[in-house]
């Protein structure tokens, strides 16, 4: 059994492979579990005469409502030592072989896959996500380590020729030391995308989870120690955005900013950062994707899939995922059946407390709630789920939403244009595909879009004018990790996978020897 923390006192985390050991295990504790930073290759409990031991965030579980949990907020001084840590690790991590490094990744991927179950039942537990769709990213997580650990024994570098008089060569090397930031509803997955790659090109890192969901983070730790990563290489810490993320990204020592979260985070990160012009951004931020259906995407044949995918990136993990398409645009000819049919299917096989899990946090609720009340003041249709009720903070209990389908919604509503994150959805007819197009890309956004025809002509002619990082055609979420993933607009800058993470968390230099 892997241990937790330097006391011991959180071991009993490891023994929990299913929602019911963990549930019980958490009513056993008299007290809310006490996570810790995890820096130079250890668990550090706060010293109680510290700052730190004062100043800790709650943590509540989102399908009952109960504390289970609290943080440290992280204050700019431990910041720094953590930052510390992670550059007095770089000079020898990033001198280490290919070989090395590679062999401890797969080792990482090695563990998780051993304690798969364990990951889901707490990302489950944390996030709100129904067990299955958390084994579906435990799985991603585990690929990420697998993916990278292999990709950096086979990289190519450019080498030219010029005219006889000098051979040029690129080489890389790693950037130094990153901020990792991820977001809340992901939170596994998306967190070991960056760690990953980092650790794979020679960076080290300071990573910090999401405030509403740091439990699998906090596990990684462990995992890192029994993988044999050195101190320091990784380090993981917890707080807000406001102290615990301003503080690290705007910190001299570190080279680089990995962050996938809110644009206005996004934007945040840029003016911390704007007069260190040196500094690595990658920066994957919001999404209003839209899914575009034409009328022979409906055809007998193909009707079921359609619907199916519709459904799936409307509504998969609660609707809190960057690249769910929440504004669907059906070609007028169809548009009714496709209201009635995608009802249908949504009310028989997206289930709250089953298929639907709870939504991550009260705050979240509120937000979406509000839209909801919104829809309701603007006369808007609803014909599934209605606006959910208002909890008090007093009163534990779940934060619940059906999934909602909204059509005769005003295209200048503000549930039209703000990402809301939840499982809500609109539907609007469009006339011809230069409408669909230009609905498609009213939005300040361009993270991904859907498209489902038959046509192959149309894949190809709609697809290249979508103004979308990522445009799937009659699927949903299929992911190559060598693929460059990002958005356009306001849904971020830089791309990450395979050798656009490469470009991410290395310098390249060209060299010029003589010929001769």
Known sequence: MLSSTPDGHLDGLWT?????????FLTSQRHPLSLYNFVGGQYIAPDNASAESSQRIDSYEPK?????????????????EAIKNAKAAFPSWSKTSRAERSAILRRVSELLQQNRELFAVWESIDQGKTLERARIEVDRAIS????????ILHEQTAARMVDGVALTYEHRSPAGVFALISPW??????????????????????????????????????????????PGVINIIFGDGATTGAALVASPLVNGVS????????????????????KHL???????????VFADSMDRLVRERTIRIAAMAAFENQGEICLCGSRIYVERSVHDDFVREFTAYVKDKYIVGKTV???????????????????????????????PPALQDNEPQGYWIEPIILTDVAKDSAIQIDEIFGPVVTITPFDGEDAAVQLANDSEYGLAAILLTTDGSRMRRVGEQLEAGLVWVNCWLVRELGTPFGGM?????????????RNVFTVVRTLHLPAY
């Not at 009952?64 to 720094?80: F, K, M, S």
């Not at 509803?185 to 760690?195: A, D, E, F, S």
């Open 357 to 387: 899990g709870a939504v991550a946090s009260l705050q979240h609720y509120d937000k979406i709630r509000r839209y909801l009340e919104l829809a309701v003041e603007e006369k808007a249709t609803f014909h599934l789920g209605s606006a």
């Open 64 to 80: 009952t409502g109960r504390l289970i949990y609290t943080l440290p907020c992280t204050q700019p001084d431990a910041v720094e």
């Open 259 to 278: 962050f996938t979260g809110g644009t206005q985070t996004g934007i945040a990160i840029r003016r911390l950062t704007a007069h260190q012009i040196g």
């Open 16 to 24: 929990c492979h299913t929602l019911e050991k963990a549930s019980s």
């Open 144 to 151: 990420n380590f697998s993916y990278f650990s292999t990709f």
């Open 489 to 501: 607009k306001n849904s971020g800058t830089g791309r990450e996978g395979g050798e656009h993470s």
């Open 282 to 292: 990658s920066l994957e931020l919001g999404g209003k994707n839209p899914t575009l």
């Open 185 to 230: 509803n992901m939170p596994l997955y998306l967190l070991t995308w960056k760690i990953a790659p980092c650790l794979a090109f020679g960076c080290t890192a300071v990573a910090k989870p999401s405030e509403v969901t740091s439990m699998t983070a906090f596990l990684l730790g462990g995992i890192f120690q029994k993988a044999g990563v050195p």
